[in-house]
């Protein structure tokens, strides 16, 4: 069995956010940047756990530059057994999707796993696209994945319950909370992440469907009024002229 997860390099959450080039452009100076955990702690760790189970091969890719390599050396430290760098940037999910798209139909995988979105952009779409290039069923937002012979069988969280739905592999499925345990690499599979192979690809021809207008940081949060516990009038006052919330 080969299974494929994509990975993302996203900035930390802690990272103080900024923007150049008349606020067009994410800066970068200065930011700390980690795996998607999304992809990281449901993807990869399901992955790594069937690898274990099934014996299976678990592969990686990432689109984006040379500074991408840290973060997918990690994901090989945490257990991934070989992994792909398409040689391109760009933030839009088509063009993303186009690139893990052709690789897919190369290698001919069982399964493809991501995060059920991105941390940065809060985005969504590139499972679907994929699923979408390679004429795959889809299922997103998945908490729970077990293989038996050709069948995927998957646990979703919907509005006042839980759906299972079963899908004959191959099948591209995104992962939330719920679907494994976040891993710590430890010092043999950091070692071990150095030698194992990391290609370098470069991009298929595809189309850049959307670009960035601009971004815009949210409004300052205004300061906290302190209401004695004995003026309930005053704070009524201000809940509602003020917060607009009776």
């Known amino acids: 069995m080969k299974i494929l997860v994509c990975i993302s390099k996203t900035p930390d959450t802690t990272a103080k956010i900024a923007f150049t080039d008349n606020n067009t452009k994410f800066n970068e100076a200065g930011v700390q940047f980690i795996i998607n955990p999304y992809d990281e702690w449901y993807a990869l760790v399901r992955a790594l756990e069937l690898k274990e189970s099934l014996n299976a091969t678990v592969h990686l890719i990432t689109v984006g530059g040379a500074d991408t390599e840290p973060i997918i050396r990690k994901a090989l430290a945490l257990g991934g057994d070989e992994a792909f760098r398409v040689n391109t940037e760009s933030p839009d999910s088509y063009f993303i999707a186009a690139q893990i798209a052709a690789h897919a139909k190369q290698q001919g995988y069982d399964l493809i796993l991501t995060g059920k979105e991105t941390i940065d952009y809060n985005g969504a779409a590139i499972g679907g696209m994929v699923a979408e290039l ?12 077990e293989l038996s012979g ?91 002229e003020e917060a607009k919330v009776i």
């Open 134 to 145: 390679l004429d795959l069923p889809y299922v997103s937002i998945a908490a729970k994945l």
């Open 150 to 240: 050709n069948t995927a069988t998957i646990n979703r969280e919907i509005e006042g319950g839980e759906e299972i739905v079963t899908a004959d592999l191959p099948v591209v499925v995104s992962c939330q909370k719920g679907m494994a345990e976040a891993r710590i690499p430890n010092m043999r599979g950091i070692m071990a992440a150095r030698t194992k192979p990391l290609a370098v690809v470069e991009p298929a021809p595809a189309d850049t469907l959307t670009t960035i207008a601009s971004f815009e940081l949210p409004p300052a949060k205004a300061g906290v009024k302190m209401i004695s516990p004995d003026n309930v009038e005053e704070l009524v006052k201000l809940l509602h």
